[in-house]
């Protein structure tokens, strides 16, 4: 805890302090090893043209596997060579959430930068106990950018620690005139210019929009390693990762690289890149942990909107935009793509924008399990006449992946209530459904709307009227009669729940599983 005891402060690894352990290989001049048992086996052995990677798999992964001991993942790495506001002078601060980065022994695979993650409270407070597989995810998706071959260098981002604010008590900048957006509503981020080594201007500000504050974050921090935007620089406002329009891309510019190369090559600029990670700093050097096996399409929808009940628009992935279903059923698109990982077809995931089929070595099929029901039921939906109350679970603990089964049983639970006698009817019920229509026209003109009656089966719940003297059927308002309006089924009365006619054995019983 902090000294003000409100804000919590996490070290990147906890266990005992006696596990840390530096060695080297046996008649092998040019090897070098770092291991931590704390918590199972972390760490690198290094040799002259590569090196081994070892660390456990995540505890929140292991039901993936079915092995009866903590499984390991080892792998070799080869040694190989919205919009946003750019300050260039001294600044100073407002409350902020910021990725602080602290620069430190260059070796020969390249250089790192020592990242203090802080937490915003109303981040912590939305993303709750997933606050710090957030955090890893989203610096992961950073770390990722920072791997690729148009960069013309590597760079490596640890974690050292996450600071989680209960309120906001963290200074980052030192003017807060800094912060101000200038009518830029839309900043999502915001940073200095070149200032990867300066104590002062040490902190980048990144707003939480979802997974893709992780492409944010790679923006800002190339902002840190003196890259402007790409249209600034002389090179097209593409969809780079260094465009002023948003970062939402993959790549980055022959312009970013350029500016890259001239930071790399001042040693004042980048001295303090040539220093190695504490031995307990998380390294995101393992990118294959593709994020979008732990987020779906519709999580990142949910995370990008902060609005549970959204998903993605469409049934088929689209890997390039995140189309999301917004509070009002609209679908409102983002300039950032699917995060690596997630499904797109069958056996299909995305990578770097584009759906491919899954290789070998990818996750095998993921079953989809229910959640709990919801606690509360809904209010009934009559006062008389024979309403219902409903609670429902999802098919989301976990979704089904990667052509996985769907859930088997049923989502809804459905209790009928209120079913003392009104003093109108069932078709009174429906008659004043289809009026409440009339104030909407319909090919210009005005009617007066009643029940078609004779809607049946699959039709039975559709909110099907007529006007007046008329005789077509035409869907309207909701297009769905309220729950608990009375329909026919195939063969006998029954409730419409969702859209739905159920005849189900709720009627007799007062309670009973629906679709």
């Known amino acids: 805890m902090g000294s003000n005891k409100t804000n919590s402060l996490e070290p990147c690894t906890q266990g005992e302090e006696l596990c840390h352990y530096h060695g080297y290989i046996k008649n092998e001049n040019q090897s070098s090893a770092a291991i931590s048992t704390c918590g199972g086996l972390h760490g690198i052995i290094s040799l002259a043209d590569h090196d081994l990677v070892i660390q456990p798999v995540h505890e929140d992964h292991l039901n993936i596997t079915s092995l009866p001991s903590h499984p390991h993942v080892i792998y070799r790495r080869s ?44 981040a912590a407070k939305f993303h709750g106990a997933d606050t710090r597989k957030f955090v890893t995810t989203v610096l992961n998706i950073a770390a990722q950018r920072f791997q690729d071959p148009s960069l013309g260098y590597k760079l490596f981002l640890t974690l050292v620690e996450i600071l989680i604010l209960e309120d906001h008590t963290v200074t980052c900048f030192k003017k807060s005139t800094d912060l101000e957006n200038n009518g830029d509503d839309m900043s999502v981020g915001l940073s200095y210019i070149g200032a990867i080594c300066s104590k002062d201007n ?84 393992n990118i294959r942990e593709k994020p979008g096996r732990f987020y779906s399409a519709n999580k990142q929808c949910q995370l990008a909107l902060a609005f ?12 390039r935009v995140l189309k999301c279903q917004n509070s009002n059923k609209e679908c409102v698109s983002y300039s950032s793509p699917l995060v690596d990982g997630t499904e797109c077809g069958n056996r299909k995931w995305c990578l770097d ?76 019920l429906k008659e004043e459904q289809c009026a409440a229509t009339d104030s909407v026209s319909y090919n210009h003109q005005m009617y007066h709307w009643l029940p078609y009656a004779s809607s049946s089966g699959l039709h039975a719940c559709q909110l099907l009227c007529r006007y007046a003297g008329g005789h077509i059927a035409v869907p309207r308002g909701s297009q769905i009669y309220q729950d608990g309006t009375e329909c026919q089924g195939q063969s006998e009365l029954g409730r419409c729940i969702d859209g739905k006619c159920e005849v189900k054995a709720y009627l007799q019983n007062g309670i009973e599983l629906c679709k």
Not at 308 to 319: G, K, L, R
Request: net charge negative.
């Open 79 to 122: 040694v190989r060579k919205s919009s946003c506001k750019e300050i260039t002078g001294e600044g100073e601060g407002g409350y902020c959430t910021c990725i602080n980065f602290i620069s430190r022994r260059k070796r020969s695979a390249g250089q790192y930068i020592e990242i203090k993650a802080v937490v915003a409270p109303d």
């Open 308 to 319: 549970e009940e959204s998903a993605y628009c469409h049934n088929q992935v689209d890997c």
């Open 353 to 428: 924008g584009e759906c491919v089929a899954m290789g070998s070595g990818s996750p095998g099929p993921i079953n989809g399990g229910w959640s709990s029901w919801s606690n509360e039921w809904t209010v009934c939906s009559r006062t008389c006449g024979g309403g219902v109350k409903t609670r429902t679970r999802k098919c989301n603990n976990p979704e089904p992946r990667y052509g996985g089964s769907d859930c088997q049983g049923e989502g809804i639970m459905a209790m009928l209530c209120n079913v003392q006698t009104c003093q109108t009817s069932q078709y009174e």
């Open 202 to 285: 040490s902190c980048s500000v990144n707003e939480d929009t979802g997974l893709d504050i992780g492409l944010t974050i790679a923006h800002e921090l190339g902002h840190r390693l003196g890259m402007s935007h790409d249209g600034k620089a002389g090179c097209r406002e593409d969809f780079n990762i260094m465009s002023a329009n948003g970062a939402g891309g993959l790549k980055w510019s022959k312009c970013s690289a350029k500016s890259l190369e001239e930071t790399m090559s001042s040693s004042s600029k980048s001295s303090c890149l040539n220093d190695a990670p504490a031995g307990t700093a998380t390294n995101f050097n």
